[in-house]
Every structure is written in C-alpha cells, then in structure tokens.
C-alpha cells in the first residue's frame, strides 16, 4: 500500500516556473533518500535530483544545477522538486523514487511515483 503521488506538471513556455509535489505515505518517509528522474519519449531515464534523509544534502545533475531546487518536509511525508527557468529540453515525465541508500541510478530505487508530465514550449 505504498502510495507516491506526484503533481504539478503542466505545459508552460520557456523560462517559467512550476513546483512538483510528491506526497507520500511511507512510514519510513524520514529514513528513505529521494530522487527526482525525468524521461521524455524515446529517451532514458534521466536523473534530476537527490535529496537526503533530512534534507542536509542535495545533489543534482547539470542540467538541473542551478535552475532546480529538491526538498522535502518529513512531516508532511513530501518531496517537492521546484524548477524555474524551464527550457523545452526540460520536456518529460517527472517521477519521484525512494530508497534507503543513496544512488543516481534509476533502477536502484525501490518505490516509484506514477509521474507527472511537465511540457515546456519554446
């Protein structure tokens, strides 16, 4: 019954902001790392960013480094990724990933969000 719920998607032109929500249930919430991974249509899932379990340290890709900001608040049991300056190579499903250990690699994460669709126009 692990539910991970992203939100926040939408379709905004280059340059714009959103914030995406990833409300969770998870018991363990404050002892998991999450990540943010993105994957657009015929591409890979790519790694966004990585927050640990108390939010003391954040690690990002380069696309995202600088733009992209990854937080969480343990009491609400949510991660939130928020993104400003979006470009339209930012154009993918969004997906939040828990894990108890820290990893970049996507298939290393034990719960996954459904996704949420962000679409940036130029």
């Known amino acids: 019954q692990v539910q991970m719920v992203e939100s926040g998607g939408g379709v905004v032109q280059a340059g714009a902001s959103l914030r995406l929500t990833c409300a969770t249930n998870l018991r363990s919430f404050g002892r998991l790392y999450f990540g943010w991974f993105r994957q657009a249509p015929g591409k890979e899932r790519e790694f966004v960013a990585i927050?640990?379990?108390?939010?003391?340290?954040?690690h990002y890709s380069d696309s995202a480094k600088g733009r992209f900001t990854i937080s969480r608040d343990n009491d609400k049991k949510t991660v939130y990724l928020q993104m400003n300056s979006l470009k339209p190579e930012d154009t993918a499903a969004y997906s939040c990933?828990?894990?108890?250990?820290?990893?970049?690699?996507?298939?290393?994460?034990?719960?996954w969000g459904q996704g949420t669709q962000v679409t940036v126009s130029s």
């Open positions: 990933a828990a894990n108890p250990t820290f990893t970049i690699v996507a298939f290393e994460y034990d719960y």
């Open positions: 927050i640990d379990v108390n939010g003391s340290n954040k």
